[in-house]
Each structure stands twice: as structure tokens, then as C-alpha cells.
């Protein structure tokens, strides 16, 4: 049945692949207890080479005390942590300045590999541009476009690093980006995928081939900043939930404060009486890479417009009258022929994006399955006081750090998914009817390496349906990925959830053990566990360590940009 099929949505895992996935994953687990006191040698090794190194004089940048040993064996070290030891050693072996002990150098070499791999690719999509399925060839171009931007994170990364130790906050940056990074190689194949022909399957083949490496060593670059340069900087902050990250400065407070006074930069009328009819004629004005915040508020009306705003677009505010009053709206969809990625009715790229009290909306409907209302990829992104309106795959946090306070989400099928680090506080979320014979599930987290810093965090949010005549079975959510994190804490769940709570992605599969999927202190009828799902990577409740890992301090770096909005948010 084809609402059946739909169902299945964007980035369907192979049933067979998810089966011999998890036979590897049993394989996987007695591994890593045999070789965990092992790896944890290796580690502190290595992270007391580096610390030792930068006490060396300069006159002596290769000297090698007893703790260090050799560049061989230190670079061996620093491959062990990695998922690809093999490739970690020879692609940074391979290359100059290799004979080191210093682990900050081996992580500038294994970012320079990534780089220089992936910038092969550039010589693969072109030729790739030439088949003559329409929508295959829209599936090519979201690959060229994310790889694009996997590049710009690694470059990124790679210039950040002009400090002797990385510091909390920079370490934070980088797990970030490099997970970003491989959310962008992810995405292309994902787009790809979800086509499920003959000539897309052959495409996809080609290009997982073609960008293996890149992928590979993009992963060691992650594995080495997590386990090594955190260490090395010392990154174990725990504080308690805040309502906003540190990274929103004063200004940001200011123009989240309820009562706005600040003059935009540009002002969007329908009826005449701003400076421009149309979102996209005010965006026209944003300087690339500018680090000033330009502020656009839109007065009350419909506007019916696709907005992308790409990597290179920095620093963006739009505000609205209100998420009922200021609305966006457009009717991109996958059954029409547009990639799930580019349905979105507004995108957002560049760092630092800011909405507030505008409601965005995709129209297309359930019976066009996937259909964005909006997708953001900016990192240390805002989105206060709004409305997401959609079916099918509503809400894209595609990558990077998001933060979401009192927002309105719907939707039916994975209508919050990605692979962004993003929470969610005291937000309606609200499951709609979907088409007949169809099941609901709310999340669908997309976290496929396990260094990846990512994952959804619903906090002290309401879920309840939008009708109430609602009769949809409906869960939390499903694992996209193999290794995909989702933790629901101090919400109310309403009645008309399955008493499961989560179901698999493959029908009758347990997921992998690998996934983190966790409730904690919810109330209302539908939060009771005792019969919730009883998968290896669920659990019911967390202890304070497993909190810590999930606060605004430690999941999004809350503390280096959030506090100093004034939007009201929750320390506990």
C-alpha cells in the first residue's frame, strides 16, 4: 500500500543492511570490552604526549621525552581512537610534517586529508550531472551543494586552530563542525537513496565509492577531537539546563525581548508599507559573511516564498507579529519531484540565525509525503516564540547547535527529525491525522557515527495531539540511524500514546544497541513506561551523569551564547 510506503520516509534503511548491521554490531560489543582497558591506555597516552610536547622549548619542536616515545608510535596511538585506524595512519603518515609526536599537529594532518580528499569529489558530481533521470539529477545537486558545505566545515575547523591547546569552547566548535561535516556527507546519500530506482541505486553505489575516504577520515579528525583534544583541553563542564546558550550576546537579548524596540535593517509589507513586498528583496541587502546582525521584521500577512539562505549568510534575525499573525509558506514536496532536502519552505545555513513570532508552513499536505516547513543547518541558531506547520517531515534540524523555546510543531510522520544537536524547551508538540492506515512517530534522530555530538532533547515541553478527534497510533519517535540519540525529560505526554512509547525502523528489528533513546521525569497518562520498548539502547529513566550530558552547558554550549538573551528559559 502506498500510505504504507510513505510511511517509511526520507533515508529508509535497507532491511537486510539493518540485519547484518546488527550481527556486526554483537561482533562490535565483545570488541570493544576486550580492548576498552586497552583503548584507555592509549588515550591517556596520548593526551599526556601532547600535553608534554607543548612543554618542549621551540628550539626543540621534535624532541621526544620517555613519555612520548616515538612519532610512530604517538601517531599510532592517536589512530587507535579512531573508527578507522587503518586509513588514520596512512593517510596522515603520507603526508609532510608527519614525524611528530605533538597530537594537535596529527589533528591538523588528519583534517588536511579530509580536505584534500574531499576536494577530489568536486572532479565526480559534474560527471555525475549527466544522467537524464530529472530527479536523480535534483539528487546530484543536493550532494554537490552539502559536500560543498562539509568542505567549508572542515576549512573552518582546520583555521580555527592557531591556539597551543584548543580551548573548552574551541573543542566544542570542532566536535560541531566536523559532526556537521559528516551530517553533510550523510545528507547526499540520503538524497540519493530515497529515489529507490535502478539508476539511482547504481549513482549511489558510485558515490558512496567516491566519497568513502573523505568520510573515513573526516570521522578520525572527529574521533581525535573527542577523545583526545577534549581531554587534552579538559572539557567536563556540568551545569544545570539555562534558558539560553551563552552565545547569544547582549544585542541578541535585546531583540528577543518582548518588547522590541530596536529599528530593522528592513522592514517586508504586503500592503505597501514597508520598504519591501517580499522576504527574498529584503534578503537581498545581507552582506556575505557579515558579522553584524541584520535584523528583518516582517509585518503580519501571508507570504508565500522558498528562502534559502546559504552557508555564506551570517548573523540573520527575522521577527514577526506574531507565530498566528506573520506567516511563510510554500508547497515543495518529494512526490512532486523535489529532494526532501530542498523542499523546505525556509532554509537557513549561516551561523548564528535568529526567528522569532513567525510561523512557517509547508502546504503540500500528507498525500506528498515528505515536505519541510523548515530546515536550519545554522549553527548556534535561535527559534523563539514560533510555529512550524507541516505533515511529513515538518521540522528538518539537519546539523549543528539549535535551540527552540515555546514553539508550536506539527506534523505527522518523523515531523522533527536530523542530526543537529537541538533542544527543545516548553514547546507544543502536536501529531496531526495522518492519511488512513498510517502510524505517527514524532522524532526521527539521525546520528550515524558516534563521536557526532548530536541528538534531540525535548524538555519541559506538552505533547498532545492537534485534533481532537485524533486517533492516529502514535510514538515518540524512531531510530534513523545507527547510532541516534533522542531524550524526552519533564514533559507531559498526552493519552493517545502507544503504550511501547517507540517503534523500530525496521518493522519487527530491534534497533542497535548503539542508539541512546531516554525518557526521564515526564507526567500525564502517556508517560508511563511500564511498557514502553525493551531495546538494549533504551532507558526509562537517567541518572545525573547521564543528565549532564544532555544540559545546555555540555549538549549545545548553552553557557558560551544563550544567557544573555532576555527570552525567558529554564535553569533546572
Known sequence: ??????????????????????????????????????????????VVGFVVHKRSTSSQPNSVSPTESTPAAQLKAVCMVTQ????????????????????????????????????????VTPKLHAVNDTRLRKAI???????????????DSISSLDGEIPSPAKVADLET??????????????????LNSTAARGVLLEMGTAMRNSTEFASNSLAIVTKILRLAA????????????????????????????????AVVAKDGTGQFRTIAEALKGVAKKSEKRFVVYVKKGEYVENIDLDKNTWNVMIYGDGMTETIISGGRNFIDGTPTFETATFAAKGKGFIAK???????????????????????????????????????????NRQFYRECDITGT?????????????????????????????????????????????????????????????????RPWKDFSTTLIMQSEIGSFLKPVGWVSWVANVDPPATIFYAEHQNSGPGSDVAQRVKWTGY???????????????????GPEWLPDTAAAFDST
Not at 84 to 112: E, G, H, W
Not at 237 to 250: H, I, Q, S, T
Not at 358 to 382: C, E, L, P, W, Y
Request: proline letters at 4%.
Open 1 to 46: 500500500m502506498d500510505s504504507m510506503k510513505s510511511f517509511k520516509g526520507y533515508g529508509k534503511v535497507d532491511e537486510m543492511e539493518q540485519q547484518a548491521f546488527q550481527k556486526k554490531t554483537r561482533k562490535r560489543m565483545i570488541i570493544m570490552i576486550i580492548s576498552s582497558v586497552i583503548l584507555v591506555a592509549v588515550i591517556i597516552a596520548a
Open 84 to 123: 578507522y585506524p587503518n586509513s588514520c595512519f596512512s593517510a596522515i603518515s603520507s603526508l609532510p610534517d608527519s614525524n611528530t609526536t605533538d597530537a594537535k599537529t596529527l589533528f591538523k594532518l588528519s583534517l588536511r586529508a579530509a580536505i584534500d580528499e574531499l576536494s577530489k569529489l568536486t572532479r
Open 141 to 155: 545537486a543536493v550532494c554537490a551543494d552539502v559536500l560543498n558545505d562539509s568542505l567549508g566545515s572542515l576549512n
Open 177 to 194: 563542525w566536523l559532526s556537521a561535516a559528516l551530517t553533510d556527507h550523510d545528507t547526499c546519500l540520503d538524497a540519493i537513496g530515497e
Open 234 to 265: 579538559k572539557f567536563q563542564r556540568r551545569r544545570l539546563l539555562g534558558e539560553f546558550p551563552e552565545w547569544v550576546g547582549a544585542a541578541e537579548r535585546r531583540l528577543l525581548a518582548a518588547g522590541n524596540e530596536t529599528v530593522p535593517d
Open 357 to 399: 513570532d513567525i510561523k512557517f508552513v509547508n502546504t503540500a499536505g500528507a498525500a506528498k509525503h515528505q515536505a519541510v516547513a523548515m530546515r536550519s543547518g545554522s549553527d548556534r541558531s535561535v527559534f523563539y516564540r514560533c510555529s512550524f506547520d507541516g505533515f511529513q517531515d515538518t521540522l528538518y534540524a539537519h546539523s
Open 413 to 477: 510522520i518523523d515531523f522533527i527529525f536530523g542530526n543537529a544537536a537541538s533542544i527543545f524547551q516548553n514547546c507544543k508538540i502536536m501529531p496531526r491525522q495522518p492519511m488512513p492506515n498510517q502510524f505517527n512517530t514524532i522524532t526521527a534522530q539521525g546520528k550515524k557515527d558516534p563521536n557526532q555530538n548530536t541528538g534531540i532533547v525535548i524538555q519541559k515541553s506538552t505533547i498532545t495531539p492537534l485534533e481532537s478527534t485524533y486517533t492516529a497510533p502514535t510514538y515518540l519517535g
Open 539 to 557: 532507558k526509562s529513566t537517567l541518572t545525573a551523569d547521564d543528565l549532564g550530558k544532555f544540559t545546555l552547558a555540555s549538549f549545545i554550549q
